[in-house]
């Protein structure tokens, strides 16, 4: 009996604290006709921790939208939608091409890039190109197609848009890129959900989750949270000490190196 007591109990605290959090962005839309239309975005998880048995992970994106009295409700012909990109940190990565001589295949160009996103993953509730044009989809990076990544050299055009498409091709081939139209699902053109795979390979750092409010081919909204995703247990251990005490790291992987080679021959010997 006293465990459905608190069970209650700590439902009806969840609860409260929703309708709290409701409570005071409500208030000022209702207050003010002609304020903008207001997302309350939140995801399932602030924190991904990433251990040696770590397969991947599923976020769950869900929010509410407020529109101010004067906007409209959601209809067939002036439908409101949902995009959601979740990002990973900025990276400087350099994308090879190769090119076979004489039977082998060897590198050949080689293009580098200032801030590449280690991860990008993009979900909507209708395929982005429906949504708006070209230039909202620069502005905003919506979509593989719109990313800016920044090339650190002044190839040609048409090299830099080869190089690209490769590494788009690269990181969605290994499920670090991709997107995902239809995956937002808005109920009564309020509550929203969405859910983003995250891949085993995926990096660590600092990610955000951010939510634009569309409709008629304008961005009326835009809200963002942000996730951690960080290595726990041995492999945490491992990482800080790479980084904290590099060099007595890098002895005691040496020393290590050393000792396993070492045994393995015994044992080959024993053998």
């Known amino acids: 009996m006293g465990g459905r007591v608190g069970e209650r109990a700590g439902t009806a605290t969840k609860r409260w604290r929703i309708a709290v959090a409701f409570a005071a962005p409500l208030a000022i839309a209702a207050s003010n006709p002609g304020s903008k239309p207001v997302l309350l975005p939140d995801v399932s998880q602030r924190e991904i921790e990433i251990a040696y048995s770590f397969t991947g992970a599923e976020l769950l994106l869900f929010g509410a939208i407020l529109l101010p009295p004067g906007e409209p409700r959601a209809d067939a012909r002036h439908p409101i939608d949902v995009v959601v990109v979740v990002k990973g940190?900025?990276?400087?990565?350099?994308?090879?091409?190769?090119?076979?001589?004489?039977?082998?295949?060897?590198n050949a160009e080689r293009l580098g890039y200032r801030s590449a996103p280690?991860?990008?993953?993009?979900?909507?509730?209708r395929p982005i190109r429906q949504l708006v044009d070209d230039r909202t989809r620069a502005i905003y990076e919506l979509g593989l197609d719109s990313l800016q990544l920044s090339p650190a050299s002044s190839a040609p055009a048409n090299v830099q848009d080869r190089f690209t498409r490769g590494l788009v091709d690269l990181r969605a081939r290994s499920g670090l890129y991709y997107e995902a139209p239809h995956a937002v699902e808005i109920t009564d053109g309020v509550l929203y959900r969405a859910r983003v795979n995250i891949p085993a390979r995926v990096p660590v750092g600092r990610f955000t989750a951010e939510t634009f409010l569309i409709r008629d081919g304008k961005v009326l909204g835009a809200a963002v949270r942000d996730i951690d995703v960080r290595k726990s247990g041995f492999e945490r251990f491992v990482a800080r000490a790479a980084q904290r005490s590099s060099?007595?790291?890098g002895l005691t992987a040496v020393a290590l190196s050393v000792l396993l080679g070492w045994g393995a021959g015994q044992i080959a010997r024993r053998i």
């Open 118 to 125: 280690s991860f990008y993953a993009i979900a909507s509730s």
């Open 247 to 249: 060099f007595l790291y």
């Open 89 to 106: 940190p900025v990276q400087s990565i350099t994308i090879r091409e190769k090119e076979k001589i004489a039977g082998i295949w060897v």
